[in-house]
């Protein structure tokens, strides 16, 4: 982002200050009534640390509080209570109500939320075993502030434990089937005994039997006995397995039993409102061993349908093969609405039976979206009209068809000698087809289930005709993206990506009357076939992303590689192309790219609370050109600086190594290397309304593989490259919309490592020559 105007810089400073002298100058009893008082603090103290465990801490039992006080940050400022405290008491005023709507109001102190607190956390203890816990509240008033501070002292005594456990399992099929991998269960021997963890165990139980055929299991059969002697705080435990209700259709039912899956049945012509009581209509034909009932619109091939369903006839019930069978059909773009449901059918040859049936409806099949703008430029007008067509079931596959095209015209005045066009023309087309699964020859329907995969081809043709030039950019793609069931994971593979500009013609002189490197190189001919392969995997759970804080650490690991040209360089080679002068081979005339791309990139965050967090990245790239090529294509370098790097220095503007770009235009296309390596930590803490602050300490630099004489010292080396590591300190203010971010980030340089400059500006900092804004969206890791 281009560098604020310094009266801007200045309103920012004088507003920052403000913001700061209003919260600390505005009595925070300002809205509190006579006679009440505020809940100024409010604090937990474990008076027996040696009883405390993982599970019991200040931290985690201030969520058993009914009431706290106003929110801290910065070390304990309450910004939220200021901002509401700025305005006045007239409620009438719009200005009033807009402060308080942004701010919080006074947490009012009430005694009855104090007893009720000091109940929810003895009761949260007692669940956790420890039974004899003593909760006490102590509550200082200040009369002549209005103020209340509150402290909970909590004396936790020995826990309970759990001395013996036993189970009452009257079937010995179905004690078999629980106790095969009593490791997953929560509840050990001499562990604490806590009544989370005996629910933990319930549902894991549960899950266990309903996935290995025990359809009518719930976790209300499993309950637990606990047997206690007075004085004692050993608890003998049993495990108890409830026997069944009785079953509709299916007399005799006394004892827990497995189920069979008779029949699987397509309904894709569901109408929630003409199919009441599982009467299903319509044409009915069998596919392998599912059945399928449809309307006169077949619109999903039985085939699609079969690799999506889990569920096999003839086998157990599997609640986790109704899980996947949901996920997969779920992929499916043309499905509007999914249902699974399972009937009791009845007892046959010793066996209890359901069948299942899949209720699906489906989305529109196609759109289509016109577009029309006008343009003027400089007296010379022009229009484009634009065509955007979508089939999301092209082949009854949810197979998704994606067309754009457009075209453009303007009228050029002011004819001059030697152009090439009069006017100026642009033609663009591009297609795209997305394909549910891995779309390759002998795949299995085993791999394809295990596999949740996207087939995607596309290719694109733009042909530009203007006064100066004509140009054609065009290129094409197949890849394959996928993940595993129940993964976080998630892969890339570029089979094929191709990219070619070339420029048939224009005026003479044309590319050297462009002054801009980086233009210039968009118009230079060029041509890429590559090949790449990228890696993700974060243990971050699919939460509401205003819970996300309900995971402590969060991790998040991405890595690619990529290589050109070696299938060219081969076929070069077999057939004894000829080379040109630089010793290169070329296609369609030109000089095609080979080389070696590898990148890696680790983020850790970690969450004191809902409110703040710490985050952590570190990023290292190596990319080597070799064979066809001496240097890397343009947009395939490293570049550091910039709202996602080191954000002391504009993008583009740092290194590599000790180079002095000095900014200027010329040398911004040599501000790009072969190697990268960044690292950054980062506070993030939510101030109030949707506002956050950021505070961070940035490093990293690129460098080049070969010493290049444009860009002197910038060569890596290993006894100079700690010296050229780039050191950037800052604060950021970030708008959180939950779904979207809006990031405003100031960068300050600590250590510069270009040649010439004052390389510790951190000691002798100076705003205008070390500060940098950044606006983005999101955060920068």
């Known amino acids: 982002m281009k560098r604020m105007t310094s009266g801007i810089k200045w309103f920012m400073i004088l507003a920052s200050i403000l913001m700061i002298e209003v919260a600390i100058s505005c009595s925070s009893t300002k809205h509190v009534p006579d006679g009440q008082f505020l809940l100024d603090d409010v604090t937990i103290q474990i008076l027996d640390k040696e009883n405390e465990t993982e599970d019991i801490s200040s931290a985690e039992l201030v969520n058993y509080l009914r009431q706290t006080e106003n929110h801290k940050v910065l070390g304990g400022l309450k910004l939220q209570l200021a901002l509401y405290n700025i305005s006045g008491k007239d409620s009438t005023k719009w200005f009033n109500r807009w402060v308080q709507r942004l701010g919080t109001p006074p947490v009012i102190y009430d005694s009855t939320l104090t007893e009720a607190s000091v109940n929810q956390l003895t009761r949260a203890l007692s669940n956790k075993g420890y039974m004899n816990n003593q909760v006490t509240s102590l509550v200082d008033r200040n009369v002549k502030k209005k103020k209340v501070r509150v402290k909970y002292e909590i004396k936790l005594n020995q826990p309970y434990y759990v001395r013996n456990i036993s189970y009452n399992i009257p079937d010995d099929t179905l004690s078999t089937l629980i106790l095969s991998d009593t490791t997953l269960f929560p509840i050990r021997q001499n562990s604490t005994f806590d009544h989370n963890k005996l629910d933990a165990e319930r549902v894991i139980i549960t899950e266990h039997l309903r996935n290995n055929g025990y359809f009518a299991f719930n976790k209300e059969y499993v309950t637990f006995t606990a047997d206690t002697a007075a004085g004692s705080r050993a608890v003998d435990l049993t495990l108890n397995i409830a026997p069944p209700r009785p079953l509709k259709r299916l007399e005799g039912y006394t004892a827990h039993r497995p189920f069979y899956v008779r029949n699987v049945t397509f309904v894709t012509n569901y109408d929630p409102v003409t199919m009441q009581n599982n009467e299903y209509h319509g044409d009915t034909a069998m596919y392998q061993n599912i059945r399928v009932i449809h309307g006169p619109d077949d619109f999903l091939r039985h085939s699609v349908l079969d690799e999506c369903c889990y569920i096999e006839p003839g086998q157990l019930y599997d609640a986790s093969d109704v899980d996947k069978t949901y996920q997969a059909l779920g992929r499916l773009g043309i499905v509007k609405f999914i249902d699974i449901n399972s009937q009791l059918v009845g007892e046959m040859d010793d066996k209890i039976w359901i069948d299942t049936y899949i209720l699906l409806t ?7 979206a016109f577009s029309l703008e006008g343009t003027n430029s400089e007296g010379d007008l022009g229009f484009g009209v634009g065509v955007d067509y979508y089939h999301h079931n092209l082949f009854r596959g949810s197979e998704v068809l994606n067309a754009k095209f457009k075209v453009s015209y303007e009228s050029i005045s002011g004819k001059i000698d030697g152009l090439i066009n009069d006017n100026y023309s642009e033609y663009a087309t591009e297609v795209g087809i997305t394909f549910p699964k891995f779309k390759a020859p002998f795949l299995k329907k085993s791999f394809k289930q295990r596999i949740q995969a996207s087939t995607e081809f596309h290719t694109n043709f733009n042909y530009q005709a203007r006064p100066e030039y004509t140009r054609i950019i065009a290129g094409a793609g197949w890849k394959y ?20 500009v070339y420029l048939p013609h224009s005026k003479s002189h044309f590319l050297d009357s462009i002054t801009n490197p980086l233009l210039r190189y968009s118009y230079e001919d060029h041509f890429i076939m590559r090949m790449g392969y990228n890696f993700y995997h974060t243990n971050k759970r699919e939460l509401n992303p205003l819970h996300a804080y309900q995971q402590e650490n969060i991790y998040t690991v991405r890595a690619s590689a990529e290589t050109a040209g070696n299938l060219l360089y081969a ?44 985050a952590v990245h570190a990023g290292l790239g190596v990319a080597v050109p070799y064979g066809n090529s001496t240097v890397l294509p343009f947009e395939k370098r490293f570049y550091s600086g910039g709202a996602n790097s080191v ?3 504009s993008v583009r ?9 000095r900014n200027t235009q010329n040398n911004f296309i040599y501000q790009c290397g072969d190697i990268r390596f960044d690292a950054s930590i980062e506070y993030r803490a939510k101030l ?11 490093v990293g630099n690129i460098w080049t593989i070969r010493d290049y004489p444009t860009q002197p010292g910038g060569v890596f ?65």
């Open 362 to 368: 489906r989305e529109k099949k196609q759109s289509v």
């Open 688 to 698: 109030f309304w949707v506002l956050e602050l950021g505070a961070f300490i940035d």
């Open 717 to 781: 080396k290993f006894d100079k490259f700690f010296e050229q590591i780039a050191m950037a300190y800052g604060l950021g203010l970030r708008m959180d919309f939950t779904y979207f971010l809006l990031r405003l980030d100031m960068g300050m340089k600590a250590h510069n490592p270009a040649s010439g400059q004052e390389h510790w500006p951190l000691f002798n900092p100076r705003f205008k020559r070390d500060a940098e804004f950044h606006f983005s969206v999101g955060y920068p890791f």
């Open 647 to 649: 954000r002391g220095w």
């Open 571 to 614: 076929i070069s080679k077999m057939t004894n192309q000829k080379h040109d002068a630089d010793d290169a081979y070329k296609v369609f005339g030109i000089r095609y790219s080979q080389y070696l791309k590898l990148e890696g990139d680790y983020a850790f965050t970690h969450y004191f609370n809902s409110r703040s967090s710490l």
């Open 481 to 500: 993206v996928w993940r595993e069931q129940q993964s976080m994971t998630r892969h890339t593979f570029n089979l094929l990506d191709l990219n070619y």
């Open 653 to 661: 503007s740092l290194g590599p190594g000790s180079f002095n770009g």
